[in-house]
């Protein structure tokens, strides 16, 4: 049983990391915020002057602001409706006995280890491009004009992108939490005669609601910030601007770090009144 001194020395010994991660933390953001209310101009000048609320007013005002917002919003719900949709069926597919399982399960993991832009980059000129891309020869094969993806399609580019990065994190959550399903429930149910369906509905489903709002909650708090794979692929057009993209785009055009710095802080709101509310969802489905 711990004592007081004991819990005093645990404490101890914990606080420069505590101290650590906090200035990790805090001092980006504390020098994010002071910027936001500054004019700084690095590259012709420097520190120009306090402009108070003005970088605020200037950035949520601008034309593209709703436009980048509502298309963050878009990516975001557009793949975790794939990850988790594609995640289940394949976790379910994974947990079946197969020959060569353990290579299948790392195949199907690895896309999550490539980086963004290698990824964005590997999607944009071998499958994506309308004239050597491998989706443009099986569109010719069928005799149909080939999709300019990156500009026809851009937006659903985007999602599929992204999507292929990030199901292989939504599976192996959700194939850890079917493998800890009782397998004596489904035995029971199909025993009874469930139909597959209705066991899948009735008990599958239920048992992966844990692992579910824990793979959107993450996956949110990510996708929020996704940046690279745009660079790479679309730069921002035709529709996918996203609130992160539209930042750097401020900052670089402008020069102005204040300017990009009271972008941040919309997107750190943004992230946090998600994440405030996927915590709700969370908390409710953890209490079950």
């Known amino acids: 049983m711990s004592t007081k001194a004991s819990r005093s020395a645990a404490r101890l010994?914990?606080?420069?990391?505590?101290?650590?991660?906090?200035?990790?933390?805090?001092?980006?953001?504390?020098?994010?915020?002071?910027?936001?209310?500054?004019?700084?101009?690095?590259l012709r000048g420097g520190f120009q002057g306090w402009v108070g609320f003005e970088n605020y007013v200037r950035f949520v005002t601008s034309s593209a602001f709703w436009p980048s917002v509502q298309a963050t919003v878009i990516i975001v719900g557009g793949v975790l409706l794939i990850t988790v949709t594609l995640g289940?069926?394949?976790?379910?597919l994974l947990d079946q006995p197969m020959w060569g399982q353990g290579v299948v399960r790392i195949l199907v993991i690895a896309p999550f280890f490539v980086m963004p832009t290698v990824s964005g980059l590997v999607?944009?000129?071998?499958?994506?491009?309308?004239?050597?891309g491998l989706l443009s020869h099986l569109w010719r094969s069928f005799g149909a004009d080939p999709i300019i993806w990156l500009s026809d399609a851009s937006m659903?580019?985007?999602?599929l992108i992204v999507s292929w990065q990030w199901l292989p994190f939504a599976t192996l959550i959700l194939l850890t939490?079917?493998?800890?399903?009782?397998?004596?429930?489904?035995?029971a149910a199909e025993m009874d005669g469930a139909p597959v369906l209705s066991r899948f509905w009735h008990i599958i489903l239920p048992h992966l609601s844990r692992a579910i709002t824990i793979v959107i909650l993450i996956q949110t708090i990510f996708l929020l910030a996704i940046f690279a794979e745009i660079f790479v692929t679309t730069q921002g057009s035709f529709g996918t601007?996203?609130?992160?993209?539209?930042?750097?785009?401020?900052?670089?055009?402008?020069?102005?770090?204040?300017?990009?710095?009271a972008g941040g802080i919309y997107a750190v709101i943004?992230?946090?009144?998600?994440?405030?509310?996927?915590?709700?969802?969370?908390?409710?489905?953890?209490?079950r």
């Not at 999607?123 to 050597?132: E, G, V, Y």
């Not at 659903?156 to 999602?159: A, G, M, V, Y």
């Open 13 to 42: 010994m914990l606080a420069p990391a505590v101290i650590l991660l906090l200035g990790w933390m805090l001092v980006p953001l504390t020098l994010t915020l002071i910027f936001s209310f500054q004019r700084y101009l690095p």
């Open 88 to 92: 289940i069926l394949l976790a379910i």
């Open 123 to 132: 999607w944009k000129n071998m499958f994506m491009d309308p004239n050597n």
């Open 156 to 159: 659903l580019s985007i999602i």
């Open 177 to 187: 939490a079917i493998q800890s399903l009782d397998s004596e429930q489904l035995e």
């Open 241 to 261: 601007r996203t609130l992160t993209y539209l930042i750097f785009q401020r900052v670089l055009e402008s020069q102005n770090v204040g300017l990009g710095s």
């Open 270 to 287: 943004l992230a946090n009144i998600f994440a405030l509310f996927l915590m709700r969802i969370v908390g409710k489905n953890l209490d």
